[in-house]
Structure formats: C-alpha cells, structure tokens
C-alpha cells in the first residue's frame, strides 16, 4: 500500500481568465519527490484550522512546503520591513495540522519554510532576515539547483540516519532562518558560519525539518534519503491503520 502523503499548498494569486484568483500551489518538484519516494502526494489546500481534524485520518505524512514569511506575531515579534508574503490563514492551518499530526503519530517534514513554521509552532523564534541579523548571507535564488554552502549534520540524529552522511553541500535559498530553539526540538545541522539548518522534534514519530530545499536537489542522491526515510515511516504507518 502507498502512504497518502499531504502537501502544504502555498496560496498564491495568480491572474486567470477569471482575473486575479488565488490558486492553491505546490511546486512540481515536491510533488515528484514524493512519488519517486514511493508515496501518493495530495495537495492540501489551506482551509479552517478546524477541518485538520477531517483532513488528517486521510494521511500518512504531512509534508510542510516553502513560501512566504510566518506572521512574526506567531514568536512575538514586530514585522520588519524584510518580511514579505505573510499568509495568516496558511500559518492558522499549518499550525493546527502540525499540532495535529503531532498529536496523532503522523510522520512531519518540513522544508524552509516549513522547517521555519515547525519551530515557531512549538514555541520557537526567527530571525526576520538571516543577512541583517548576523552578516551572513543565505538567499541565492539564482543557484537555486546548487549546494552552495556546506552543512554539517549531527551524527546521531535521524537526518544523518536518512542522509547517510555527515557533511554535505546544500542550496540556500532563505532570507530567515531560525533564531532559538523550540523547547522540546534541537538543531541538527549547522552552516559553517554556525546559522541552523536542520530541525528535530523530540518525538515518537519523525518531526523533521531542513532549512535548504531537498526536492530541487536531484543531483545529489544523498538528498533523495530525505523522502524514502520519510515515506517509509508514513509507509509504517499506513501499514498499523
Ligand atoms: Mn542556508
């Protein structure tokens, strides 16, 4: 049996023939990821924080997509000038169906952003722009299918179980990036220049989360480990329901 595995949509206003629409998105690279992992991808469109309970007996994994900046307001901060795209409907329901999943075993994996809405929903900050914070600059949008810095993993951590390796090359496609920790979630992978770049929570079940975009990165077959191991545990899963 294939694992049904739930993709964050990015809402995005598009001009149609319709005018301008807002159209639930997912990148087509998350989408194959998924497949080529051996999971059914299904694109969740944001609604109420109040369905997540309809919605996730329906999943195996949920996996939390790229996009906009999380309302600062989440982590107790002012917006600056840098943030942009603050979606407070797609932040509600992705922190009820985090919550949700968390609650119920669902295997998580989140990327940029997600990672980023990972940590702010249990109780984590940000900083606003990685560049204005600290210097260091991680947003290359340019060398967007490249590993343009080095990032180094814990060793026992399940990011290095599903790498397979210590050490890689990643793109860097962010202008936030996490300031504290969650309680109950610690760091699992540095850049050089000592910014995070990988999540995990403190539970059963997988609640991952990287700051570079894996799905992009077909090239290096390390990366593809991040979606088998998260579509082999939403497999197990699948497989006790
Ligand atoms: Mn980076």
Not at 88 to 113: H, K, S, T, Y
Request: charged content about 20%; hydrophobic content about 45%.
């Amino acid at each position: 049996m294939r694992p049904i595995i739930g993709i964050g949509a990015y809402p995005r206003l598009v001009e149609t023939a319709f005018g301008p629409t807002l159209l639930h998105t997912a990148s087509r690279f998350y989408v194959r990821a998924v497949e080529v992992a051996g999971g059914v991808a299904v694109i969740l469109p944001v609604t109420e924080p109040d369905r997540v309970g309809d919605v996730l007996p329906l999943l195996h994994g949920v996996l939390l997509t790229g996009g906009g900046d999380v309302q600062p307001s989440l982590y107790g901060a002012t917006p600056m000038d840098c943030t942009s795209e603050v979606n407070p409907e797609r932040d509600g329901f992705e922190v009820a169906l985090l919550q949700g999943a968390m609650a119920a075993a669902v295997p998580v994996f989140g990327i940029c952003r997600g990672m980023q809405l990972m940590n702010v929903a249990m109780g984590g900050t940000l900083l606003q722009d990685v560049y204005v914070a600290t210097g260091q600059f991680h947003h290359d949008p340019h060398r967007w299918r490249e590993g343009v810095h080095r990032v180094k993993i814990e060793p026992r951590s399940r990011l290095a179980d599903a790498l397979g390796v210590t050490e890689l090359p990643v793109n860097s496609v962010h202008s936030q990036g996490i300031d504290r920790v969650a309680p109950g979630v610690r760091a699992v992978a540095w850049a050089d220049d000592g910014s995070i770049e990988a999540i995990e929570a403190d539970s059963p079940q997988q609640v991952l989360g990287v700051q570079w975009h894996p799905e992009v990165l077909e090239d290096q077959p390390e990366h593809r480990g991040l979606f088998t191991d998260f579509v082999e545990q939403a497999r197990r899963l699948a497989a006790r329901a």
